[in-house]
């Protein structure tokens, strides 16, 4: 009789353990973070960065553009420090919207 006794206090002890670790309502470590509207915390940030990407690449496309034009006004071969500073900023703007796809 002893033993059915502490068997049992073990049992309910270890139910007790299991239903405190996962209580009902909250939500399980294995789904995504939500946000409090219910969507996906992932998707927005995806949305986030497809749209900043879209807006970082509007912009290279301006640079490019502007440093076609600056090459073809020149003739000589000498290259101003202003179209040297807009390639550094092709390059960086370009990076930004590589790491910003590698991320997921």
Do not use: W, Y
């Not at 209580?23 to 960065?49: N, V, Y």
């Amino acid at each position: 009789m002893r033993k059915c006794q502490i068997f049992l206090s073990v049992l309910l002890l270890l139910v007790c353990l299991l239903a405190a670790q996962n209580p009902p309502g909250r939500p399980e470590r294995d789904q995504p973070p939500r946000l409090p509207d219910g969507r996906l915390q992932s998707e927005e940030i995806l949305k986030a960065d497809h749209k900043a990407s879209l807006k970082d690449a509007g912009e290279l496309l301006r640079l490019a553009e502007e440093l076609k034009i600056e090459l073809e006004k020149n003739d000589r071969h000498i290259l101003s420090v202003q179209l040297i500073k807009k390639t550094e900023d092709i390059e960086k703007l370009a990076k930004k919207i590589r790491s910003r796809m590698k991320r997921f």
